[in-house]
């Protein structure tokens, strides 16, 4: 499973170098604000309002940062118009990838994709072309530290999840978009705390990446389109090998 491998790992620390950098607060700001817009501001009303604030709280987001982001969008305070744009691309031994980004200018979002992946051995690719190979899920993150596997297992069937996907670190629980919110109720009445509730995409298949120098491009590429001032979320749909990830750490 996508779980087990130390790709994994190396996501996570991001997140947490992320998190020290405000990084994520930013994108949970873009989320919120985009939701108000578009939904209206009443969470049980607003499926993906609900989703952003409920990921927003798992990672501590501080509530004047919610309720400035929350005002934004409603119009009681003043900011500049967001727009959401994906981009299809294909990195190094041809791994699918998608970009996500909320920006005012998708003029300057395409071109900063478009030259990462060209300066980078990416290249862009066509609408669809990328996106059908990847699928919508929720995705609810628990501290490993809160259980054993066999308990979020059991849990997770008792809950509704579609998979689990355990290591040392964190269990993740796979869930079908529609059930997101009511696994997450139901763990946090059992007095679970998530480290992160949030709809997520996930390769429908993947390509597991034998070759060190490969590897080194893809990653490389996948940091510089995650660091885009305008990039939401970037998705691919490779795997490395614990040993090959023991090579790329050496």
Not at 63 to 79: Q, V
Not at 122 to 137: K, P
Not at 196 to 210: C, E, H, N, R, V
Request: glycine fraction near 8%; hydrophobic fraction near 40%; charge should be negative.
């Amino acid at each position: 499973m996508a779980g087990h491998n130390k790709w994994s790992k190396v996501k996570r620390g991001k997140a947490i170098v992320d998190a020290k950098k405000g990084k994520v607060f930013s994108k949970f700001a873009r989320e919120i604000t985009l939701a108000v817009k578009h939904g209206g501001q009443e969470p049980d009303t607003n499926p993906r309002l609900r989703t952003a604030l409920l990921g927003a709280r798992a990672a501590n987001m501080p509530n004047d940062n919610i309720d400035r982001a929350l005002k934004k969008g409603s119009g009681e305070i003043e900011g500049a118009t967001l727009d959401e744009i994906t981009y299809e691309a294909y990195a190094p031994g041809g791994i699918a990838m998608l970009i996500e980004c909320v920006t005012d200018n998708k003029n300057r979002a395409s071109a900063d994709v478009r030259i990462t992946c060209n300066k980078n051995g990416g290249t862009m690719g066509s609408a669809g072309s990328v996106a059908h190979l990847f699928q919508r899920i929720g995705s609810i993150k628990i501290p490993a530290s809160a259980l054993s596997s066999d308990e979020i297992t059991d849990l997770a069937i008792e809950a509704g999840a579609d998979d689990v996907q355990s290591d040392e670190e964190e269990h993740t629980l796979i869930t079908s978009v529609s059930q997101l919110y009511a696994v997450a109720g139901f763990l946090k009445e059992r007095g679970l705390t998530a480290s992160s509730i949030k709809l997520d995409y996930q390769p429908a298949t993947t390509i597991t990446l034998t070759d060190a120098e490969t590897a080194r491009q893809v990653l490389h590429l996948y940091d510089l389109l995650d660091e885009l001032d305008d990039t939401q979320n970037v998705y691919a749909n490779f795997e490395i090998s614990d040993e090959l990830m023991v090579q790329l750490d050496s």
